[in-house]
């Protein structure tokens, strides 16, 4: 397995390759300030009770939704860790407008929707997320031996002050403690300095921005099964070397690329991407899934294509539509498909094709890191499900509706 990251213009593209396959792709406008992750000092702009929710000033260029699900429950707890000048976590109903509040961005802007927010502020690392504000402390249900979980446990009690929450995440496993303490260390410091400079800013003010694209993949990453990583900018390549010296992950498997040509269309990732833009996604058995996105939902059609014309067609109906469901899996995926979704299989008469079919879907879906929830398959033979997503999707990321038919595609005839 390898990783590619390329500086294309503005964009920063990061593309992880399996077998000469294209497993993931992510995009990221580099110049951009609004992030996931983004911690701010904010100003209420408006309280809307009727909505359980506040739109906050961020000093960006669309304003902030905070609900109310996503206020902090610890009131005194939290007010404690904060300047008493920021009247910190109340009930929305009292909140009012001019509040200055801190909050951080769990949800990028998506169509006509601003950035979700959250009070509840999370700072990540490789092995811990640290809760600042919240006393709760977990560990990854991923890692599943006893006496790891508990060697674990107990050393969050001699790393951590007692009023700090932490989530320990499944890359600890079996890390060494002093490699846990450098974490907790520099995370700490960097909650610290962020409290410091609530004292001397004035709302709307960016607090701390989250890492670009390239290294917060990596903070994520199991390097495990990495054989390298290819960058085709001297500046990137350095700042990845300095980010993952601490890990100690080795330098030789870092590679600057030198090639005259471009390092996307060397791997034959350029190629990839273009058919990521389109609908139809063609399968080995000649059948095919075609994927129409709008803001509200995404609808996946499976098609069979000629092969229905055999002798046995049940078998060919159940063939292609265990295919597409393998393929619909890694689309969601390679595409950043969120939200609603709605697939139409292949009509299946037989109950027993249909229940396979689905724990077919189900179990592929069990590798997403995503929060998916699926519904069983409806008396219409659809399949309803929804996916998280915090960022916009590669296609929002490549285009934009055209100034003619407004994304329609088709224009009135004269």
């Known amino acids: 397995m390898k990783i590619l990251i390329n500086c294309n213009g503005d964009n920063l593209r990061v593309a992880i390759i399996q077998d000469g396959v294209l497993k993931n ?87 006509t929707k601003g950035p979700k927010l959250t009070t509840r502020i999370s700072l990540p690392g490789r092995y811990l997320v640290l809760l600042p504000m919240e006393r709760k402390r977990g560990i990854s249900k991923r890692i599943k031996e006893g006496k790891e979980r508990e060697r674990l446990k107990s050393l969050l009690e001699t ?36 409290k410091v400079k609530t004292k001397t800013v004035s709302a709307p003010f960016l607090l701390s921005q989250e890492i670009d694209l390239d290294l917060r993949m990596l903070r994520d990453f199991v390097f495990s099964d990495l054989d390298e990583i290819v960058v085709d900018s001297l500046l990137r390549y350095k700042n990845i070397f300095r980010f993952l010296k601490p890990y100690s992950f080795p330098g030789r498997k870092i590679k600057f690329y030198r090639g005259k040509v471009p390092l996307f269309e060397s791997e034959g990732v350029e190629k990839e991407i273009e058919k990521l833009l389109g609908k139809r996604v063609r399968l080995k058995s000649g059948g095919s899934i075609i994927i129409e996105e709008t803001e509200a939902l995404v609808s996946i059609d499976v098609n069979s294509g000629k092969r229905v014309r055999g002798k046995n067609i049940r078998e060919v109906i159940l ?51 995503a929060k998916i929830n699926i519904l069983q398959i409806s008396k219409l033979g659809l399949v309803e499900m929804s996916r998280q997503r915090t960022t916009e999707s590669i296609n929002a990321s490549y285009f934009q509706d055209c100034p003619y038919c407004a994304g329609t595609g088709k224009i009135r005839k004269e």
Do not use: C
């Open 25 to 111: 792709f992510l995009v990221e406008k580099s110049t951009r300030k609004l992030r996931v992750g983004n911690i701010y000092k904010a100003k209420v702009e408006k309280v809307i009770p009727s909505l359980n929710a506040s739109f906050l000033d961020l000093g960006e260029e669309r304003h902030g939704f905070l609900p109310v699900e996503d206020f902090s429950e610890d009131l005194t707890y939290q007010e404690d860790l904060v300047d008493e000048e920021i009247t910190a976590f109340r009930p929305v109903e009292k909140l009012k407008k001019g509040d200055e509040i801190l909050v951080q961005v769990v949800k990028d802007f998506i169509g």
């Open 159 to 194: 790393l951590l002050p007692e009023k700090i929450g932490v989530i320990v995440r499944t890359l600890a496993e079996g890390q060494k403690k002093n490699i846990l303490f450098y974490e907790v260390k520099q995370l700490l410091k960097r909650w610290q300095r962020m």
């Open 319 to 369: 063939k292609t539509n265990l295919e597409a469901a393998q393929e619909i899996v890694h689309q969601l995926k390679l595409r950043n498909l969120g939200g609603i979704i709605i697939i139409d299989f292949i009509d299946m008469e037989s109950p027993s094709d249909q229940r396979y079919v689905h724990k077919t879907l189900e179990k592929d879906l069990e590798k997403d890191k």
